[in-house]
């Protein structure tokens, strides 16, 4: 659980990071799923002669980074930005994740005891100089209210904090130079701002974000976590490096609070199926099965 110092800088900042939450007991076999995942894309990409070598000795951390540049110089295609929430890539190591207590407790610290995981999870592979991976700023709320074919949102100053946290977990060690978070610090006390779409069609804010507060970069190893709130301001930065920065996103909310300020309202929960990961009854927590079942029901009704 987080002290009460970690709450009021929680509060301060709209963000929080802590450092060394998570052993690589739990994150060496989500890496390892993650490999067997991106394998799969290899072969295909070999087997269509789009790429001449699989790279097979590769690194984790280089891997899909050689493979992308070879895909994209010999056929103008961008890299995924994204695995999860219906892509193919679920298992129990994901669960096992949503589900780490030390993560939930953090969480059930500013949300409450009884925490619901989203189905929404997202694995991202930022790829060295691909734009289609740098997420420009953006407050999580732009994404989650929708706002139909407009390029432009007026924003809301009477929003509040809190509706979705997001655990954000390095799977590489994250620094300036190979594109870690960026946040605003403070920038949560704005409401959601007035943004508008940029040249690839992602949210961004009208004013500069420096008049929000002082931009802060998140440096951080594997096995610390990054907790931030959907009206924190944030951004990716550039990959300058030569491998992959992995990450995988996750999300909470008090569990029963209502769907209706999301974009798909009560289809949330069919379309990306959630579940209790914490409460004081345990029998309330859904298992890897449950869960498991319920995602393959979501995905036969598409």
């Known amino acids: 659980m987080l002290n009460e110092k970690e709450l009021v800088c929680y509060d301060r900042d709209g963000y929080l990071i802590l450092r060394n939450v998570i052993d690589r007991s739990v994150l060496d076999p989500m890496c390892q799923s993650i490999d067997e995942f991106a394998e799969k894309q290899i072969m295909e ?6 790429i001449s070598d699989s790279h097979s000795d590769a690194p984790f951390e280089k891997r899909w980074a050689i493979v992308c540049q070879e895909n994209s110089l010999q056929e103008g295609e961008n890299s995924v930005q994204q695995w999860g929430a219906g892509s193919g890539l679920l298992n129990e190591t994901i669960y096992t994740l949503l589900v780490e207590r030390r993560i939930t407790d953090i969480i059930a610290s500013i949300l409450g005891p ?3 995981a989203h189905g929404d999870y ?3 592979p930022k790829v060295p100089a691909d734009p289609k991976t740098t997420l420009a700023w953006h407050q999580d709320s732009n994404y989650y209210l929708g706002k139909g074919d ?4 007026e924003g809301d100053t ?4 809190g509706i979705v946290l997001t655990a954000w977990v390095p799977l590489v060690d994250v620094n300036e130079h190979n594109g870690c978070l960026k946040l605003v610090r403070g920038s949560h006390r704005h409401g959601s701002v007035a943004a508008r779409r ?5 949210w961004s804010p009208v004013k500069k974000v420096t008049e929000y507060g002082t931009v802060v970069n998140a440096s951080m190893q594997v096995g610390d976590v990054l907790i931030f709130n959907n009206l924190t301001l944030h951004a990716s930065g550039n990959n300058n490096s030569d491998h992959i920065r992995w990450n995988i996103d996750l999300r909470y909310s008090p569990t029963g609070h209502a769907v209706d300020w999301h974009k798909l309202g009560d289809e ?5 199926p959630g579940f209790v990961a914490r409460s004081d009854d345990p029998a309330k927590v859904m298992s890897w099965e449950q869960w498991q079942d319920k995602w393959n029901m979501s995905l036969a009704a598409k």
């Open 45 to 50: 990409l070999h087997a269509a002669g789009k």
């Open 114 to 116: 009884e925490v619901w």
């Open 122 to 124: 997202w694995i991202r």
């Open 150 to 153: 407009s390029d432009y949102y």
């Open 158 to 161: 009477t929003a509040t904090q």
């Open 198 to 202: 940029n040249e690839l069609k992602q």
């Open 268 to 272: 949330l929960d069919a379309r990306f």
